[in-house]
T-cell receptor, first 111, second 112 residues
Framework: GQQLNQSPQSMFIQEGEDVSMNCTSS?????WLWYKQDPGEGPVLLIA?????ELTSNGRLTAQFGITRKDSFLNISASIPSDVGIYFC???????????FGTGTRLQVFP | NAGVTQTPKFRILKIGQSMTLQCTQDMNHNYMYWYRQDPGMGLKLIYY???????DKGEVPNGYNVSRSTTEDFPLRLELAAPSQTSVYFCASRRTGGPEQYFGPGTRLTVT
């Protein structure tokens, strides 16, 4: 089946640094979503992307829908301790009812 | 709105026992989903429903059953619990026409 390759698996950064992560696939998607999961909680939607090339921001977070429709990127600027968590990408093909999820990027931020 | 709620938060089962994980949403969403999340892995779809009375299998349905008698509720049933079903279970819902899924807080299940 379809698979999303998310990288890096984990990141250990200093507070104030910028963060980049991405998801790639061999399949073409219609929608890309980015979620954050805090320990012991369910994933929370951060950003939704609906069009190839689209660049969307949510505060310090910026995400892009790749031109080929096979990838997406998430950047976090000036990281803070509350950015700690697991970030998941998810994608949906046209005319399907289901999302496919990446395996997550675990982010640790040190003061 | 409470969003998506799940009960219980935690549960320990013995091998062979049965239980039902409850999921309720108050957003009037037609679509509901059950996922399991194993350590270091992404979310795997167990079952989903596109509306009351309609359910369909996802990627990993074996050992589970679901029903959808109302728009609000989508319970997940484990009939004969096995250690391989130790996982965190998440319920999610979305509106018709939108891909964004909204998740509950999860149920952490241990089968020993």
């Amino acid at each position: 089946g379809q698979q999303l390759n998310q990288s890096p698996q984990s990141m250990f950064i200093q507070e104030g640094e910028d963060v980049s992560m991405n998801c790639t696939s061999s399949s073409i998607f219609n929608t890309w979503l980015w979620y954050k999961q805090d320990p012991g909680e369910g994933p929370v939607l951060l950003i939704a992307l609906y069009k190839a090339g689209e660049l969307t921001s949510n505060g310090r977070l910026t995400a892009q829908f790749g031109i080929t429709r096979k990838d997406s990127f998430l950047n976090i600027s000036a990281s803070i301790p509350s950015d700690v968590g697991i970030y998941f990408c998810a994608a949906q093909m046209l005319n399907t009812d289901k999302l496919i999820f990446g395996t997550g990027t675990r982010l640790q931020v040190f003061p | 709105n409470a969003g998506v709620t799940q009960t219980p938060k935690f549960r320990i089962l013995k091998i062979g026992q049965s239980m039902t994980l409850q999921c309720t949403q108050d957003m009037n969403h037609n679509y509901m989903y059950w996922y399991r999340q194993d350590p270091g892995m992404g979310l795997k779809l167990i079952y989903y429903s596109v509306g009351a009375g309609i359910t369909d299998k996802g990627e990993v349905p074996n050992g589970y059953n679901v029903s959808r008698s109302t728009t609000e509720d989508f319970p997940l049933r484990l009939e004969l619990a096995a250690p391989s079903q130790t996982s965190v279970y998440f319920c999610a819902s979305r509106r018709t026409g939108g891909p964004e899924q909204y998740f509950g807080p999860g149920t952490r299940l241990t089968v020993t």
